[in-house]
């Protein structure tokens, strides 16, 4: 009895000093927007990597803006001090990172007229965005990335969502590529992993 009472003690006690260091950390402060320095393709299907076939309507890809904070003056973080790990909504810094092209474009023919290295922006959606002045959603349907190309050079979005249309003509493999252009000359270029989609 000694002895589990003693363990009890001694693991409460550890307990607590493990919580009352996290507790002590604050967030650091928050950016007022961020300047993207790159863009990511986000791992989403389970099966692209053996290649398994797929049915389009259920592939997405997801592209993820990163960058660095941009502070106010005063109010950046301190690089000597430990901050706990809290969640930044920050909006992206316009003025230097003013998106002017997007291209999506496949390693294989989608179909007989969409071959190897054409542009898909018609065939693929916009199923998520954040940008102030384009409506990805409207009266029941999402827009293309077509339509996305109508409004720029436009800020560019945090993250973007893309989802085929349409099926490809033949059960076939891609390697999808997105071309993604600033207006300050960075040019970025995604690769998704190897999909076989039906």
């Known amino acids: 009895m000694k002895k589990l009472l003693l363990i009890g003690l001694l693991a409460s006690v550890l307990a607590g000093c493990n919580s009352d260091s996290n507790d002590e950390l604050t967030c650091p402060p928050s950016p007022v927007a961020i300047d993207i320095a790159n863009y990511a393709v986000v791992a989403e299907q389970d099966s692209a990597n053996t290649l398994t076939p797929i049915a389009f309507d259920t592939y997405k890809i997801k592209l993820s803006g990163m960058g660095d904070g941009v502070y106010q003056d005063g109010n950046e973080p301190d690089p000597n001090k430990e901050y706990a790990d809290c969640p930044v909504a920050a909006v992206v810094l316009g003025s230097i990172n003013s ?26 959606n916009v199923t998520e965005m954040y940008v102030n002045d384009f409506d990805y959603f409207n009266e029941g349907g999402y827009a293309s990335v077509a339509d996305f190309a109508d409004i720029l050079p436009t800020t560019a979005p945090v993250f973007i969502e893309l989802k085929p249309n349409q099926a490809p003509e033949l059960q076939s493999s891609h390697i999808f590529y997105i071309d993604i252009y600033f207006a300050n000359g960075k040019t970025f270029t995604l690769e998704t992993e190897e999909v076989a989609l039906f």
């Open 99 to 124: 998106i002017t092209a997007i291209n999506v474009y496949s390693s294989a023919d989608y179909s007989s007229e969409l071959t190897a290295g054409m542009s898909l922006n018609s065939i693929f």
